[in-house]
C-alpha cells in the first residue's frame, strides 16, 4: 500500500465518526434543540402575555381618560347648575327685599299720613281752641277803640301829674 493507507481503518473511523455524531445528535442536539424550543415558546408566551396585558392597559387607561372627561363635564354641568342655583337663590332674595322695601315703604308712608292726619287735626283742634279762647277774651274785654280811648285818656292824666 502506498502511503500505507488502511482502508480498514479509515472506514472504521467514518463509523466511529457516524456513530458519535448520531449519538451526539440524540443526546445533546435534540434535548438542546427542544430546550431551545420551549424556551423560545416560553419568550413567544411572555411578549404574547405582555402584549396583551399592554394592550389591556391601554383599554383601560382609555376608559379612565373617557371616564376621566366624562367627570369633567359632569363638574362643569354641577358648576353650571350650582351657579344658576345660587344666581337664582340670590335673585329670590333679592326680589324678597325689595318686596319688604316696598312693604316698609308702604307702612312708613301710611304712618306718615296717618301721623300727618293725626297732626292736622291736633292743629284744628288747637286752632279751634285757640280761636274760642280768643273769641271769648275779645267778648268779655271792651272794644279795642274803647280800649284805645281808655288808654289815651289815662296816658293824659298820668303825663299831666
Do not use: C
Request: glycine share 4%.
Amino acid at each position: 500500500m502506498p502511503l500505507n493507507i488502511d482502508w480498514q481503518q479509515i472506514l472504521l473511523h467514518w463509523m466511529n465518526l457516524a456513530i458519535l455524531t448520531g449519538g451526539l445528535y440524540f443526546l445533546l442536539y435534540k434535548p438542546v434543540k427542544q430546550f431551545m424550543a420551549k424556551r423560545e415558546e416560553y419568550y413567544r408566551d411572555l411578549d404574547r402575555q405582555a402584549q396583551d396585558k399592554l394592550a389591556e392597559a391601554e383599554q383601560v387607561q382609555a376608559s379612565y381618560l373617557n371616564k376621566l372627561a366624562g367627570a369633567d363635564q359632569e363638574i362643569r354641568q354641577s358648576r353650571a347648575r350650582a351657579q344658576q342655583a345660587v344666581q337664582q337663590s340670590a335673585q329670590e332674595q333679592l326680589d324678597q327685599a325689595e318686596a319688604q322695601a316696598r312693604q316698609i315703604v308702604a307702612h312708613a308712608r301710611a304712618e306718615a299720613d296717618r301721623v300727618k292726619e293725626q297732626a292736622l287735626r291736633d292743629s284744628q283742634m288747637e286752632i279751634r281752641k285757640l280761636a274760642e279762647t280768643a273769641a271769648k277774651q275779645l267778648a268779655l274785654r271792651k272794644d279795642p277803640f274803647d280800649q284805645f280811648l281808655d288808654l289815651a285818656e289815662g296816658g293824659g292824666q298820668h303825663e299831666g301829674e
